[in-house]
C-alpha cells in the first residue's frame, strides 16, 4: 500500500522511479540479494556524530592522557637528555630568531619557553619541537616593519603578539574542525621552494651584519640586498673577523664530527652531541672574547653586542589586539598562517616516518593554535615547527613530548640566572648562527635531479618559487607555488582522458635455473603457474607503456570498453565522453542511415552525407554496447550525469533502430549506483516492458560462498537439503571462491557453502568486474544478432 502510493505520487509530480525489484531472477542453490538505494536519512546520520563519537573527539585533544599513565624511568632519561640538548640550542637560536623578527632578543627566549611549555598537551609527535624557527621570525619582523609604517606609535612587540594571537586561532580553528587535511593542498616542491627561497633571502639578510656592513636595506628583495651588501664591502668593520670565523667554526666542528663518528662508529653518540652542542660553544666562545674586549668599554664597544636582556618575563601581559592592529598586517596573515603550517605539519610528518609513528594533522594544528594563543601572554611571537632542533631532539633519544618540558625548564634558567652573560654577545655570532641553520634548508642539486626524474613538471614550480622569493619576497614565492600547483591539478583534472580497453590472454610464469644460482648470462626457463591463464584489460594503444608486441584486441565489433582515469564529475565529464563519442563515431558505422532523415531536417552541424546512402563499401561494424569502467571513480555529480544521458541520447540515434546497453563495472559506491539508476542506468536499454518476465532475457552476476563447512549457514543449507533436492554436477571440481553464472545457469557444486549473489540483482547491469561486463554485453550482442 506504501509502495502505492509512493509510485502514485511519483507519477504525480513527473518522477519516474527505477526500483524493479520484483523483476529479480530465482538462483538455485544460492540465496538472492536485493541492493536497496540509500536514502537522504542515511547520509545525514553519517554526518551526524553519536555520543560516542563525540566523547572520543574530547578524548582525542588530549593526547598526552593516552601515554601519560604508562610513563617510566627509562622513557624520562631519554627525555631529559634530549630536553637538556634541545634547550642548549634554542636559546642561541631563540636570541637570534628574535633579531629576524625585529624585537630585542629576549623575545625569543619567551617564545621558545612557552612552545615547548604548551605543545606536549596537545602532541602527537615526540619529536618536533615549536618555537621561533628563521623563515616565521623574517615573515614577522616584514610584518613588524611594515605595521610600523602605519602605526609608528605601537611597539613591534606589540604587533608581533597579535599576529600569533590572530594566526593562532586560525590554525585552532582548523584543528578543531578537523580540517588537518587542508595542508595536503601543499605540495613537496612548493615546500623546498619556500624553504629554499627563505633560507636565499634570510641569509642574504644577515650578511650585512655577519660582515658589520652599515646602509644596507634588508626588507628589499634578496637579489637587492646582495647587490648593496657587495658594493658595502669596502665599509667593512671589525664584525667580520667574529661572523666570519664564528661561520667557519661551526662548519668545520660538523664536518669534523661527521668524518670522526664514520671513522670511529662506536663513538659515533659522542660526536653526535659535539656536534649538536656546537652552537652553544661558540656563543660562549665568541661571548668570551666580546667580553674581555669590551668589559672597560661598554658605552662604545668595538663591535655591535645584544648589551641588556631583562631578567624573568618583564613583558607579560594581556595581548593587544585592536582593528587597527589587525588592519596593519591582514595582507600578510594568510602567509604567515601557511608558513607555520608549511614548516609544522612537513616536519612532523618527516620525523614520523623515520620513526614509525602517524602524527595527526589535525591535532597538530590545535597543538600550534593552543601555543599561539597562550604564548602572547608572556610576550611570545609566532611560532612553529623547527627543523634543526627537531631532528637535534629526535637523535638524542626523545622518547616522549614530555621532553618539552626539560627544554622549558633550561630557558626558565637562562631567563633568570644567564642574562647578564647575554650582554656581551656579538650580533656577527648570532647571525653566523642564523645563516648556518638556514643553510641546511636549502634543497641540494640531488633532490631537485630526483624531482625531474619523477615528475618534469614539477621542476618549473619548484624554480618559480625559489626566483619569486629571491627576486620579491617570501610571501609571493609562498603564493606562486601554490597558486601554480593547483593550477596543475585543475589542467589534470579538467584535461584528464581515459582509456579504450581491449582483451589479451595473459598467463602468470615464474623463471627458474633448474635449481641453481640464476646467473645473468643463463638463459631461465619460464615454468607455467597452474590456472594461470586469464583475461587482462589493456589500453588498445599500449599507452600504459605494456608492451607493444601484446595483442589485444576488442571482446566484440561494436563493443567498446571504458577506463576513466581521475574521477567522473563536472570537470572532466564532457572530455571524457567527447574522447568516447568520437571514437566511437571513428570506428563504427550508422546502423540505418535512413534515419539522417531529409537534409532539411537535420540539424546544421550534422556530419552524415548529403544523401542517405548504404555504403556497401564500409566494413566497419555497427555500434552495439558501452562498458564503463568505474574503478577510478568514487561519486559523480549531476552535471557528469547528464551528459551520460545526453551522450546515451546521442548513441541511441546513432545506432537506431537498435539501442545501445550500457554497463558498468567496479562501482564501488553506492551513492554512485543511486545516482546512475536515477539516470536509467543499471538496465537494458530498452528497459524490458512490465508485462515481460525476466527469463526473456539473460543476465550476467558473480556469486561467492557465504560460509565454511562449520559454518552456521552451511548448517541451515543441510537442513533445506532435506526439504528439496539439489541439483548440480558431482563430477565437476569444486568451485572456486567466486563464480560467474547468468541467471539460467546453476552454481558448479556449492560444496560445503552456501552460496550468494555478491551484488544486487535488482541492477543487472551494474557489475562485480568487467570481466562480467564483457560477458553480459556479449551475451545480449549474441541474443540481439
Known amino acids: 500500500m506504501v509502495g502505492t502510493v509512493k509510485d502514485r505520487l511519483s507519477r504525480a509530480i513527473g518522477l519516474e522511479t527505477n526500483d524493479r525489484d520484483d523483476d529479480v531472477p530465482s538462483i538455485s542453490n544460492a540465496d538472492l540479494f536485493v541492493e536497496r538505494e ?195 664591502l669596502p665599509t667593512t668593520q671589525v664584525d667580520a673577523a667574529l661572523g666570519l670565523t664564528a661561520l667557519t667554526m661551526l662548519y668545520l666542528i660538523r664536518g669534523v664530527c661527521a668524518h670522526m663518528a664514520k671513522r670511529q662508529p662506536q663513538r659515533a653518540k659522542v660526536y653526535f652531541f659535539i656536534s649538536t652542542l656546537r652552537t652553544v660553544f661558540v656563543i660562549l666562545l665568541y661571548t668570551a672574547i666580546s667580553a674581555a674586549v669590551n668589559v672597560s ?130 650580533n656577527a655570532a648570532l647571525s653566523a648562527v642564523i645563516i648556518h641553520a638556514v643553510g641546511d634548508v636549502i634543497t641540494p642539486p640531488k633532490v631537485i635531479f630526483q624531482f625531474w626524474r619523477v615528475s618534469p613538471l614539477e621542476v618549473p614550480i619548484f624554480l618559480a618559487g625559489v626566483f619569486v622569493t629571491v627576486f620579491n619576497s617570501i610571501e609571493n614565492g609562498i603564493y606562486t607555488t601554490i597558486c601554480i600547483s593547483f593550477a596543475v591539478v585543475i589542467w589534470r583534472l579538467f584535461l584528464s582522458r581515459g582509456r579504450l580497453l581491449g582483451l589479451a590472454r595473459i598467463r602468470t610464469i615464474k623463471a627458474t635455473t633448474n635449481g641453481k644460482t640464476h646467473d645473468a648470462n643463463e638463459e631461465a626457463v619460464t615454468e607455467e603457474q597452474g590456472q594461470s591463464l586469464r583475461t587482462g584489460f589493456l589500453p588498445l594503444d599500449h599507452e600504459d607503456g605494456s608492451n607493444p608486441r601484446v595483442v589485444v584486441q576488442s571482446p566484440f565489433p561494436g563493443v567498446f570498453i571504458y577506463r576513466f582515469a581521475e574521477g567522473f564529475n563536472y570537470p572532466n565529464a564532457s572530455h571524457y ?83 545501445v546497453n550500457w554497463h558498468f563495472a567496479n562501482i564501488e559506491n553506492r551513492w554512485t549506483k543511486r545516482a546512475l539508476a536515477a539516470a536509467g542506468f543499471g538496465y537494458r536499454t530498452p528497459r524490458p516492458d512490465p508485462g515481460e518476465s525476466a527469463g526473456h532475457w539473460k543476465r550476467i552476476f558473480s556469486i561467492a560462498d557465504l560460509g565454511g563447512s562449520d559454518s552456521a549457514a552451511t548448517a541451515a543449507a543441510i537442513e533445506e537439503k532435506a526439504e528439496r533436492p539439489v541439483v548440480y554436477d558431482v563430477e565437476q571440481e569444486p568451485s572456486p571462491d567466486m563464480l560467474r553464472v547468468s541467471d539460467k545457469d546453476v552454481p558448479r557444486n556449492p560444496g560445503s557453502a552456501r552460496l550468494v549473489a555478491v551484488q544486487g540483482l535488482n541492477r543487472p547491469f551494474f557489475h562485480f568486474d568487467l570481466q562480467e561486463a564483457v560477458e553480459a554485453a556479449l551475451l545480449h550482442v549474441e541474443r540481439d544478432d
Not at 630 to 647: G, K
Request: glycine residues 8%; charged residues 15%; contains cysteine.
Open 297 to 426: 668599554r661598554q658605552k662604545n664597544p668595538m663591535f655591535s653586542i645584544i648589551k641588556t636582556v631583562p631578567r624573568g618575563f618583564q613583558h607579560a601581559a594581556v595581548p593587544e589586539v585592536n582593528v587597527d592592529i589587525i588592519k596593519s598586517f591582514a595582507s600578510e596573515l594568510p602567509a604567515a598562517v601557511i608558513v607555520m603550517l608549511i614548516e609544522h605539519i612537513s616536519i612532523s610528518k618527516s620525523f614520523g616516518r623515520i620513526n614509525n609513528y602517524v602524527i595527526d594533522p589535525s591535532q597538530e594544528l590545535v597543538a600550534i593554535g593552543v601555543t599561539n594563543l597562550l604564548g602572547p601572554f608572556l610576550g611570545a611571537y609566532p611560532a612553529t615547527g623547527s627543523f634543526s632542533r627537531t631532528a637535534i631532539k629526535s637523535k638524542a633519544g626523545v622518547r616522549t613530548p614530555f621532553a618539552g618540558v626539560i627544554t622549558a625548564v633550561v630557558v626558565l634558567l637562562a631567563l633568570y640566572a644567564l642574562t647578564t652573560v647575554f650582554y656581551y654577545i656579538p
Open 38 to 232: 540509500p536514502t537522504v536519512q542515511e547520509f545525514f546520520a553519517e554526518l551526524a556524530p553519536s555520543a560516542r563519537d563525540v566523547g572520543q573527539y574530547v578524548y582525542d585533544l588530549f593526547p598526552f592522557v593516552h601515554w601519560i599513565g604508562k610513563y617510566n624511568w627509562t622513557w624520562f632519561v631519554g627525555d631529559l637528555i634530549a630536553g637538556t640538548t634541545v634547550g642548549a640550542v634554542v636559546v642561541p637560536q631563540g636570541m637570534a630568531y628574535a633579531q629576524l623578527a625585529q624585537l630585542p632578543v629576549e623575545y625569543g627566549l619567551y617564545s621558545s619557553f612557552m612552545g615547548v611549555l604548551i605543545y606536549w598537551f596537545f602532541a602527537t609527535s615526540k619529536d618536533i619541537t615549536i618555537g621561533p624557527v628563521a623563515v616565521m621570525s623574517q615573515v614577522t619582523g616584514n610584518v613588524v616593519l611594515k605595521a610600523q609604517d602605519v602605526l609608528p606609535n605601537v611597539q613591534g612587540h606589540v604587533i608581533a603578539s597579535a599576529l600569533a594571537v590572530i594566526a593562532g586561532a586560525i590554525i585552532l580553528f582548523f584543528g578543531l574542525a578537523r580540517l588537518g587535511w587542508i595542508v595536503e593542498f601543499i605540495p613537496l616542491p612548493a615546500i623546498c621552494a619556500f624553504m629554499t627561497g627563505s633560507a636565499i633571502n634570510i641569509a642574504s639578510g644577515q650578511v650585512p651584519k655577519l660582515m658589520g656592513i652599515n646602509g644596507v636595506n634588508t626588507r628589499n628583495a634578496p637579489y637587492q640586498v646582495i647587490i648593496d651588501t657587495l658594493k658595502g
Open 577 to 659: 565522453l567527447n574522447h568516447l563519442t568520437n571514437t566511437i563515431f571513428s570506428e563504427t558505422r550508422r546502423t540505418d542511415p535512413n534515419t539522417l532523415g531529409k537534409l532539411g531536417d537535420r540539424p546544421w552541424n550534422d556530419a552524415g552525407p548529403r544523401t542517405p546512402k548504404l555504403d556497401d563499401m564500409d566494413s566497419r561494424p555497427t555500434l552495439k554496447a558501452v562498458i564503463l569502467d568505474f574503478s577510478s571513480v568514487n561519486n559523480i555529480d549531476v552535471t557528469a550525469t547528464q551528459s551520460l544521458i545526453d551522450v546515451r541520447n546521442q548513441l541511441d540515434r546513432y545506432a537506431a533502430p537498435n539501442t
